[in-house]
């Protein structure tokens, strides 16, 4: 059995000009696990109950008033996602049955209406949210979580350019416009036996360059698979925020950082309604026209560019396709 485990950091002295010990212990995270935990953070509690209050009054509406808060064309990632429309195992070419799960999609809440926002290569990404709405304070507490989270991955970002002996602002040219997710995902108490290899959320890496979860101590959480062949389970304080490496931040380390497979695991079937439990996932990913291409510091002449330059749009919108559940009206 695996004595791996995901690290607790608090990165306040980072915040206060005191960098070396916190980008120390995330360099050492980012290229073991691939994933740590932030205490330390600054940001306003207030900000994140209002959120989750915000969040729980919605999943508790009507399945039939949820399914009504979506996109007008149902392809696009925005808008409400019902229990069996996604598996994310899909997108690692494995076939299960669809998740336990339903899900809030929105990304930037604000942009401007220019030639780089409104642009055909823009089309799948700075698209119009869609919101409840009951409850009525859902869209300004959603807003208010997603530009404070963007505020916190610039502190990442710092944190990381540091861990990888470049500039502290090396990430921002290409993140200036980012285009960040905001997934709500409520997972339910399980009345039914699950299928075979169903999962809350099957195993899947993450796409961009790295993942900001907000989640709850309950049965049926966040599980990592480690090198060694374990899945190893992940508990946060309250108001801690998970951070793991994405895909593109690996590409873009040359392996350095470890993007891990990770899941949600079934609760015990005795769980009963304390498995009720509520995820808020931001997901940072760059500018849709980033080329995401080896970092210098990551590679010399004995350890070459491992991964062919891409772009960071193209890329996620794969990816995004590959996890749909098609259905009839697809």
């Known amino acids: 059995m695996t004595e791996q485990s995901v690290p607790v950091i608090d990165i306040a002295p980072f915040l206060k000009g005191e960098s070396a010990l916190v980008v120390e212990q995330v360099r050492a995270a980012c290229e073991g696990v691939g994933f740590f935990t932030i205490v330390g953070h600054g940001v306003e509690p207030a900000i994140i109950n209002n959120l989750r209050n915000n969040a729980r009054g919605f999943f508790a509406r009507p399945p039939d008033e949820k399914k009504s808060v979506h996109h007008a064309d149902s392809s696009l990632p925005r808008g409400y996602r019902a229990i069996g429309d996604e598996g994310l195992a899909y997108g690692t070419g494995e076939e299960t049955p669809p998740d336990l799960k339903e899900v809030f999609h929105m990304g930037p809440p604000d942009f401007p209406v220019d030639d780089y926002h ?8 700075f698209i119009a949210n869609v919101y409840p ?11 208010a979580y997603y530009k404070r989270l963007e505020k916190l991955g610039q502190i990442v970002e710092e944190i990381f350019a540091r861990a990888l002996n470049l500039p502290v602002d090396f990430f921002r040219e290409f993140t200036n416009a980012q285009i ?11 009345e039914t036996t699950p299928l075979p290899g169903q999962l809350r959320a099957g195993a899947h890496t993450d796409y961009g360059t790295f ?4 989640s709850e101590n309950r049965p049926g959480g966040l599980q990592v698979y480690c090198r060694d ?6 508990s946060t304080p309250a108001d801690a925020f998970v951070v793991n490496i994405g895909d593109l931040m690996m590409r873009w380390t040359n392996d350095r950082f470890v993007s891990n497979p990770h899941r949600v695991s079934v609760p015990p079937a005795d769980a009963g309604e304390s498995a009720d439990r509520l995820s808020v996932v931001f997901f940072h990913h760059p500018n849709y026209d980033a080329k995401i ?24 919108v794969s990816k995004y396709t590959s996890t749909r559940i098609k259905t009839a009206d697809d």
């Open 229 to 234: 062949g374990d899945w190893i389970d992940v």
């Open 180 to 190: 960040g997710a905001l997934r709500i995902i409520r997972y339910p108490p399980t």
């Open 118 to 125: 409104t642009s055909t290569a823009a089309a799948g990404h």
């Open 133 to 143: 709405e009951t409850p009525g304070g859902f869209r300004d507490a959603a807003t």
């Open 211 to 214: 993942t900001l979860l907000l």
């Open 293 to 316: 291409t080896c970092i210098p510091t990551c590679t010399d002449p004995d350890n070459p560019p491992k991964y062919d330059p891409v772009l960071s749009g193209p890329y996620r």
